[in-house]
C-alpha cells in the first residue's frame, strides 16, 4: 500500500510544537509537508565524498588529500608529509572528520595517503576498514574504530595485491570483504588476507567495459539471499558463486542499453528483504538513473545530454528474471538512492544533465523523490521539497539512526572552487526529514522502551526477539513491523552494503497504558544479515520510531 502524501494544513497546526522539540543548534532552511531541510554546519572544513555511519552515532566523513588544502586545520601542530604530493608535500590541514551526530559536532581526522575515490566496509566488530584510492593510496588499507575519545584513522600499508580506485567493496557472511573492479582492474580480491592472498579475474568487468569511458566502476553489488553475489555494472548484471569464482546467473541487460555506472553514474538498492523465513526469498534490486550512451564523450565537447529518467526493477531470484521499467518525475545523474526505515526509497542529490566527473554535470536536481516498492504500478513515486542547495558531483546521502537522511558534498572541481564557478566547492552538512518525521504523525510514533538486544546483548540467527515499546494514539496491531537496517557506506552514489530486513512473525501484546510489546523473528543466517550492527525499529502505519543499535552474530 502507497503512504498517503501528508497535508500541509495540519503540519502547520502542529508547526509550535515541531520548534519547541527541535535542538536550538539545528536551522530550519525549509519546512513543509513535503519533507524538511535542516542546516546542520554550514562547514567541517572538507567535502563529505565519503560517508559512514558507524554504531556509537559518529559519522566518518573524508575527501581526497591530492587537491592542496583544506579549510580545516590538523589539531596540536600534526601534519601530513608526503613527498609523492605533486601540490602540497607539507599539509597541515585535514582531509578527514569524525562528525558527532547527537552533538552536532566534528573533530579533525588524520589521513596519511590518498583516499580519493575509495571503498569500505564496516566489519563485525564495528570498524570502518577502507581501502583504496589514488596514487600512494591506491593499495593501502586503513582502519578506524568508533569510540568516544581521540582514536584517528590506522594505516596498514599496503593490504591490498592491486590498484583499487573506484573499486566496490562487500561484507560477506563470514565478516571479510571482497573488493571487486576499479579503474582498469577487471578483477576482486578479499581482505584480509588468508593463506592464498590473490588476485581472481573476473571477465564481466572487462566485458563491461566501454573504451574511453569505462562506465563500469563502481559496480552496484548485493549480497543474495542464496549466499550470491549480484553484480552490474555498465547495462548489464549477473550472479556470481564468489567461493567458487563461477558466474551462477546471466541476466539480461535493462531495457534501452544505456549506462548506469561510474562516469555515467545511476544509482542502486537492494529493495526491502522480507519473508525471511520463506524457502525461497524474493530479492529484488532497483536501479535508476545514469547517462545515455555517448554522454560522458559529448561533455568533453560542452554537450551536456538529458540524463535518463527511468529506472529498472528485476527479481534477481526468479527463475526467468526480466527488467520491470518505470519513469522517475526528474532525469537524474549522480543521484543518491537511500533506504528509509518504513521501506520506501529515497532519490535525492544530482544533476538534469550531463555526467559524473569534473565539471560534467548540469541543472541541479534539487527536489528529493520517494519511492514507494509497494505501490501501485504508475504510482510509485513522491516528489518532496527542494533543497537550496546543489548536490552535485561528490555528494553523498546516509540515513542517520532518527530517521534523518545526512546530506553533504558537492564539488565538480579539482581544487576548491568558492567563487566564480558554476558550482562552488560545498563544505556544508544538512539533514533532510523525510515527511514521517512531521510532527503531525507523532501520536502514531512508536518510541521504543526495550528490548531483549538491548544492554550489550547480542542477537542470534533464526531466534525470537522481544521490543517493548509505546504509541500515543490508538495503536492498529496489523500495521507494525520491525525494521533492521545495515548502515551504507557512501560514495559517488552508491551506498555499498545498505540493506534492509522486515523481521517476520510479528505478534503484539499491550502490556500496559500505550505500551505494547512485538516479538518477531531475526534473520535465519548471514546470507540475509551479515554479522554486524544494525539500526532496528519499530514502524507503525509507515511512521518509524528513532531506531536502536542491535548487533547480530
Known sequence: MQMPHYSSILFFLFLQLFFAVQPCHRVVTSAAAGGRWQLLQKSIGIVAM?????????????????????????????????????????DCTAHSVEYDVLANKFRPLMVQTDVWCSSGAVVPDGSLIQTGGFSDGERKVRTFYPCNGDCDWVETGDGLKAKRWYATNHILPDGKQIIIGGRRQFN???????????????????????????????????????????????????????????????????????????????????????????????????????????????????????????????????????????????????GDMTLLPN??????????????????????????????????????????????????????????RDGRVLVGGSNPHIGYEFNGVLFPTELSLEAFSPPYLDAQHNYVRPTIVSSTASKGKYIGYGQKLQVRFKVTGKLLADRISVTMVAPAFNTHSYSMNHRLLVLGNTKVTSVGASTYDVQVTTPRSGYLAPSGHYILYVVHQYIPSTGIWVKIL
Open 343 to 400: 521501506g520506501a526509497v529515497l532519490i535525492i542529490n544530482g544533476a538534469g544533465a550531463g555526467t559524473a566527473g569534473w565539471e560534467n554535470g548540469r541543472n541541479p536536481v534539487l527536489n528529493p523523490v520517494l519511492y514507494w516498492p509497494n505501490g501501485a504500478a504508475g504510482s510509485r513515486f513522491e516528489s518532496l521539497n527542494p533543497n537550496t542547495i546543489p548536490r552535485m558531483y561528490h555528494s553523498t546521502a546516509i540515513l542517520l
Open 188 to 334: 576482486y580480491e578479499f581482505y584480509p588476507k588468508t593463506s592464498s592472498p590473490g588476485v581472481y579475474s573476473l571477465p564481466f568487468l572487462l566485458q563491461t567495459n566501454d573504451r574511453g569511458s569505462e562506465n563500469n566502476l563502481y559496480p552496484f553489488v548485493f549480497l543474495n539471499s542464496d549466499g550470491n553475489l549480484f553484480i552490474f555494472a555498465n547495462n548489464r548484471a549477473i550472479l556470481f558463486d564468489y567461493k567458487t569464482g563461477k558466474v551462477v546467473k546471466t541476466y539480461p541487460a535493462i531495457p534501452g542499453g544505456d549506462p548506469r555506472s561510474y562516469p555515467s553514474t545511476g544509482s542502486a538498492v537492494l529493495l526491502p528483504l522480507k519473508n525471511l523465513d520463506a524457502a525461497t526469498i524474493e530479492a529484488e534490486v532497483l536501479v535508476c538513473g545514469g547517462a545515455p550512451k555517448g554522454s560522458f564523450e559529448k561533455v568533453a565537447k560542452r554537450n551536456f545530454v538529458k540524463a535518463l529518467d527511468t529506472c529498472g526493477r528485476i527479481k534477481i531470484n526468479d527463475p526467468n528474471p526480466q527488467w520491470v521499467m518505470e519513469t522517475m518525475p526528474y532525469a537524474r545523474v549522480m
Open 50 to 90: 565519503h560517508m559512514q555511519l558507524l554504531n556509537n552515532d559518529r559519522v566518518v566523513i573524508y575527501d581526497r588529500t591530492d587537491f592542496g588544502r583544506s579549510n580545516l586545520s590538523l589539531p596540536g601542530g600534526k601534519c601530513r608529509d608526503d613527498s609523492s604530493e605533486v601540490v602540497v608535500k607539507h
